[in-house]
């Protein structure tokens, strides 16, 4: 789950790591007051999507009278924001974000997520600071400095330390920098976050560290305790496909392929997706079904397939264990005779009462192209969508 800038920067607020002061405003007006009751000038105005690179694509200003944020406000309050990471189509900005401006001596990078491979946190700095991290990495991965954290132990004062000094900084920087990692330590295992992340960190002419702009992804799977942060949940920012589907507890991520899939279990998810790039197409989605579905999820898995317009054919790709086929078959009749979908759909069942759900639906008078094995359902689903 992703929430705004402004909201993260809130949250980081209440574990007394810096951030600059600053409020959202939907309107221009609303950011005129904000800038006024702040003080100043200089303010920045940040338009406030779930998506990096806003300010190379005129998402964010500098301005340096009331004048001048009222005219940015103006421009970017209902902009269609287009990032590296929106996708050409961009996003609606419905919101800005208005801050005090700072005097910054230095950009730095200070991140954290879940390191894979070592089953620990890992909190990353760099001097290479309001660089997006990954071009770090590949043009200058010697910039990157790690430490790795064991959670039963916690963030140390001498990680912080170490990190500090290979940063460069002062004696008085370095003990403000480790109160700020300890901070954001805390954010992340308290909240259960999957990815913290501030770019830049910024070192001010008087040597305080402040996070410049904040980035924090949570745990899908811890928000049922995190009910303040499931508050925060912006359903302007998310594809009604996977807020339907949440609701019903399945796992979708849409995807800008032609050939919707419906799988159990994300390993065959994967694996069916695979398949389909290989005989030359592109998946329009993920979605996993889970392994025991009922007839409702699966009918309302098909209604979010069949309501995606770039779908030129489905493909149903079901291996029984716990999920019984023939449950999976009543779902597709009664989901195809209610939506009535105009692209063929392929189905391929194996495993746990595999043949009463072909014969359910090969009794339903329906037109649906049975499939025997994964090679033959993705070489019959491609073959379909590109008639």
Not at 83 to 103: L, N, R, S, Y
Request: with cysteine; net charge negative; glycine share 8%.
């Amino acid at each position: 789950m992703n929430i705004h800038e402004y909201q993260a920067k809130a949250i980081l607020r209440q574990f007394n790591v810096k951030v600059p002061r600053g409020k959202e405003a939907y309107s221009v007006e609303k950011a005129v007051w904000v800038a006024d009751d702040l003080g100043g000038p200089p303010w920045i105005v940040k338009a406030q999507i779930h998506a990096g690179g806003r300010g190379k694509g005129g998402g964010v200003k500098v301005a340096n009278s009331i004048d001048e944020v009222r005219q940015h406000a103006r421009s970017i309050l209902g902009m269609q924001l287009v990032t590296h990471q929106t996708g050409p189509e961009g996003k609606e900005v419905k919101k800005i974000f208005v801050e005090e401006g700072i005097d910054i001596a230095r950009e730095l990078y200070l991140g954290m997520t879940i390191d894979r491979q070592s089953s620990l946190i890992v909190m990353m700095a760099s001097p290479e600071g309001g660089v997006e991290i990954e071009k770090v990495a590949a043009e200058k991965p010697e910039a990157i400095h790690k430490e790795f954290i064991d959670p039963t132990i916690g963030f140390l004062p001498f990680q912080a330390r170490n990190l500090g000094f290979k940063l460069g900084l002062n004696k008085k920087q370095l003990r403000e920098a480790s109160i700020f990692m300890s901070g954001l330590y805390r954010v992340f295992v308290e909240k259960d976050c999957s990815l913290a992340e501030i770019n830049p960190l910024v070192v001010t002419k008087s040597d305080e560290i402040i996070a410049l702009d904040a980035k924090l992804n949570f745990d899908d799977n811890s928000i049922f305790r995190h009910k303040e942060i499931d508050e925060l949940r912006d359903f302007d920012e998310v594809d009604p496909k996977e807020v339907q589907a949440a609701r019903y507890d399945l796992s979708y991520i849409k995807l800008d392929g032609n050939i919707a899939c419906m799988v159990n279990g994300a390993g065959l998810a994967m694996a069916t997706m695979d398949i389909i790039k290989l005989h030359g197409a592109e998946p329009a989605n993920f979605l996993d079904v889970g392994g025991g579905a009922s007839v409702e999820q699966v009918k309302a898995a098909f209604r979010i397939l069949v309501s995606d317009e770039n779908v030129q054919a489905i493909l149903v790709n079901i291996f029984g264990g716990i999920m019984r086929c023939d449950v999976v078959a009543k779902g597709i009749v009664e989901a195809t005779q209610e939506v009535q979908p105009k692209v063929p759909l392929i189905v391929r069942l194996e495993g746990t009462n595999a043949e009463m759900g072909k014969d359910i639906l090969n009794s339903s008078g329906l037109n649906i192209i049975p499939a025997s094995g994964m090679e033959d359902a993705a070489s019959k689903v491609v073959k379909e969508a590109s008639k």
